[in-house]
């Protein structure tokens, strides 16, 4: 049974770093690639950033590059989001999920290739 387990979120002013972690179990974390999505009140969920299982090659949403950087520690199954100089329009839950197959990469950000979501952990920038 794959767990995605999202941590870090809070409430921090515009301008402020935060850095969410995902913990993983259940699967060869190792073996797949990862992704951060979030999702603002009233709006869909949308792509942030993934990241190949290797850690490696990471993608990014033009929305977030520059200020976000994902990374990944595979000895601890667990994914990183750094994020710099946040913005309110940064706030909503933030999602990590798990590639549906192996060893697979693509720089897509289709939500439909994840297979596995974590709960989300909220983040709120105030202005």
């Known amino acids: 049974q794959v767990q995605l387990v999202e941590s870090g979120g809070g409430l921090v002013q515009a301008g402020g770093s935060l850095r969410l972690s995902c913990t993983a179990s259940?699967?060869?974390?190792?073996?797949?690639?990862m992704g951060w999505f979030r999702q603002a009140p009233g709006k869909e969920r949308e792509f942030l950033a993934t990241i190949i299982w290797s850690g490696s090659t990471t993608y990014y949403a033009d929305s977030v590059k520059g200020r976000f950087t994902i990374s990944r520690d595979n000895a601890k199954n667990t994914m990183y989001l750094q994020m710099i100089s946040l913005k309110p329009e940064d706030t909503g839950v933030y999602y990590c999920?798990?590639?549906?197959?192996?060893?697979?990469?693509?720089?897509?950000?289709?939500?439909?290739?994840?297979?596995?979501w974590g709960q989300g952990t909220k983040v709120t920038v105030s202005s």
């Open positions: 259940g699967r060869t974390f190792s073996s797949y690639t």
């Open positions: 999920a798990e590639e549906r197959a192996p060893l697979r990469w693509s720089r897509s950000s289709a939500a439909e290739q994840y297979g596995y």
